[in-house]
């Protein structure tokens, strides 16, 4: 087994690499574990599982991540008289991720919690950093913590039961760390996108590590997301706006982003920021993996007002100041900035 430890303002938080799913052993005080319907199945599989202690299972799904499933979590927590170093440990995506963890930060003003993540995008951003939440009203994770896992146990062995649009869901924001902060990684994927699709597990291992230590290399240098930590959101804005425009669930996450990725390279050679010759390497690429990089996104082909429509989309995100949204743009691979951008040059790339 190996591992790899980074240092937060909270602590240090180790991740572990493992051959088959593996959870970590409880404290004498005891733990609670949190899965979704879906992963309980690689919990109860898992070594180092206690049957004897409390389960909360939760419906899975961004609709069940809410207060209520945290809530639940909670109440199971105080009935099996768990203690403040009892330890939480939450087996799935993203979504069981976030809220286990705001669920420990909560419990008695903040328990330990260890993660298990199951999902790509899990293991390769979301478990990793410390940020937990949950979606309230009508915005995501709008309510939360910062409050990092002691330590996350990654298997890859466990992406086999993951379904195919939750996988490359997941490679959509391989490919943004990649381009944000990891040449090699980057080169991984535009050479050996086969091996990547069909998920060979020695070369996701090393894909997943790549991202593990980029990811851990930004939280640790901008823990409260008060700079850098921002990059992350590349492809996330024109991504975002792209989800509520065609309708939530209509497009994936990570085809969102992945469009959102090549949009915002338009941008950025549009202002002169990116270099011309760096777009045109990467969207090819982006486009081999199925993903739309096409300046009007095919769910929307045919609509009116697209480009205008994206644009309020944009404007109602929470990232917003002053009425001018902030994109995040780069030079080129590992070369990145933040800026304002006037509409009438967002409107140019959306057709
Ligand atoms: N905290 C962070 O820094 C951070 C970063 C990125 C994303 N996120 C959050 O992550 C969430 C998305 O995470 P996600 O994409 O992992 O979604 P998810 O947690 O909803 O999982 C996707 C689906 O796959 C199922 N599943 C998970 N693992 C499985 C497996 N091994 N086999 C079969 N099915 C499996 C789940 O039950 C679910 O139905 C969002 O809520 C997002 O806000 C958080």
Request: glycine share 10%.
């Amino acid at each position: 087994m190996d591992s790899f430890t980074f240092t937060l303002p909270t602590g240090p938080a180790t991740v572990l690499f493992h051959g088959g799913i593996s959870v970590p052993a409880l404290p004498a005080s005891g733990g609670i574990y949190v899965a979704d319907r879906n992963t309980e199945p690689l919990l109860r599989a898992a070594s180092g599982f206690s049957p004897a202690a409390p389960l909360v299972v939760l419906e899975p799904g961004e609709a069940h991540k809410n207060l209520k499933s945290v809530e639940r979590v909670l109440e199971a927590a105080l009935g099996s008289g768990l203690a403040r170093d009892s330890l939480f440990v939450g087996v799935g995506g993203g979504v069981v991720c976030d809220m286990t963890a705001f669920a420990a930060s909560l419990y008695m003003r903040g328990a330990p919690v260890d993660l298990v993540p199951t999902t790509l995008l899990a293991m390769a951003d979301a478990a990793i950093g410390g940020k937990t939440g949950v979606d309230f009203g009508s915005y995501k994770n709008c309510v939360g913590s910062f409050h990092p896992a002691r330590q996350i146990h990654v298997a890859v062995a466990s992406l086999r039961t993951l379904p195919e649009v939750e996988y490359r869901s997941g490679l959509a924001e391989v490919l943004k760390t990649a381009l944000l902060y990891a040449p090699k990684l980057y080169q991984i994927m535009s050479e050996r996108r086969d091996e990547i699709l069909e998920r060979d597990e020695a070369l996701l291992l090393e894909v997943i590590k790549r991202c593990v230590q980029a990811k851990a290399r930004v939280v640790e240098r901008d823990f409260r997301e008060a700079g850098e930590r921002m990059f992350l959101n590349l492809g996330h804005t024109f991504g975002h706006a792209l989800e509520t425009v065609a309708g939530l669930g209509t497009v994936t996450h990570g085809d969102a982003v992945a469009w959102g990725i090549a949009r915002a390279l338009a941008l950025g050679e549009r202002l002169g920021v990116t270099d011309p010759a760096y777009r045109a390497e990467v969207v090819p690429v982006i486009a081999s993996y199925g993903w739309s990089v096409d300046p009007v996104h095919p769910a929307l082909a045919g609509q009116a007002d697209v480009a205008a429509r994206l644009l309020e989309a944009m404007k109602n995100d929470k990232k917003k100041r002053a009425g001018r949204v902030r994109f995040v743009l780069q030079r080129e691979i590992n070369s990145t900035v933040v800026q304002e951008v006037e509409d009438a040059d967002v409107i140019k790339v959306l057709g």
